[in-house]
């Protein structure tokens, strides 16, 4: 797997890549192995739904993702070209779990239901988002690199003590769950505000993760755990 840094809008990608148009750039060399040459290995489709113009959009067809091959043939290992705005291993992609875990966190309206109602999934897709968010990584360590790029605004000080959405958790383990993915999500945003040329992602959450994933190859699956109430 890896992802492309071309092609970052969603609709020119749209226009301009698929079987019927343009093939992204083939890869220099191949990402399991130190072979030169990379073959084009066909086209897969996915059904994906992500954020455009502040709104979930799930585009009508399939989107065409180019596949392509090591020629060693002692690797011969295949894999898919995604664009940046695409995660791995996601139908609902990471920008859509960030905007639906903020409205549930700080909206004290708000419940797993409504908001599943607003993002056009599951309730307890919503609940696994925050465990997941909150499970990434820990706010502190976030911090810790914003404050790298600039000391002024990452100090612990800056991270929400008071979340709409704990006080509505059903044991005190969920709220910490809660509080911490309300942390989390306010340290990315710190972090992908203090780089210094803005990121062309505007999603903190996918941006950190796509960086990750071309760092250390690093997939961060969603957490698996017991249902909860409604």
């Not at 929400?160 to 309300?182: D, I, M, Y």
Request: net charge positive; proline share 9%.
């Amino acid at each position: 797997m890896s992802i492309a840094q071309a092609w970052g809008d969603f609709k020119t990608y749209g226009e301009e890549i698929g079987p019927a148009a343009a093939r992204p750039d083939r890869p220099a060399q191949c990402v399991f192995c130190d072979g030169a040459r990379v073959w084009f290995n066909g086209w897969r489709r996915v059904l994906i739904t992500l954020m455009v113009e502040g709104q979930p959009h799930r585009p009508a067809d399939w989107v065409p993702l180019q596949r392509v091959r090591c020629a060693r043939r002692a690797c011969g290992r295949s894999w898919t070209l995604r664009p940046p705005w695409l995660y791995p291993h996601r139908s609902l992609e990471p920008d859509v779990a960030e905007a639906a875990a903020l409205v549930y966190l700080l909206d004290a309206q708000a419940t797993y239901a409504s908001v599943a109602r607003m993002f056009g999934c599951a309730w307890i897709t919503v609940w696994r988002w925050v465990g997941w968010i909150a499970a990434l990584v820990t706010p502190a360590a976030l911090l810790a690199q914003a404050a790298r790029l600039a000391a002024r605004g990452a100090e612990p000080g800056v991270l929400p003590r008071v979340v709409p959405a704990a006080s509505r958790a059903r044991t005190a383990r969920r709220a910490r769950t809660v509080e911490q993915a309300a942390q989390v999500l306010v340290a990315l945003a710190l972090l992908h505000r203090g780089q210094p040329e803005p990121p062309a992602d505007s999603s903190p959450l996918r941006w950190w993760l796509v960086a990750e994933f071309l760092a250390s190859r690093r997939l961060a699956f969603l957490t698996r755990g017991p249902a909860p109430r409604r």
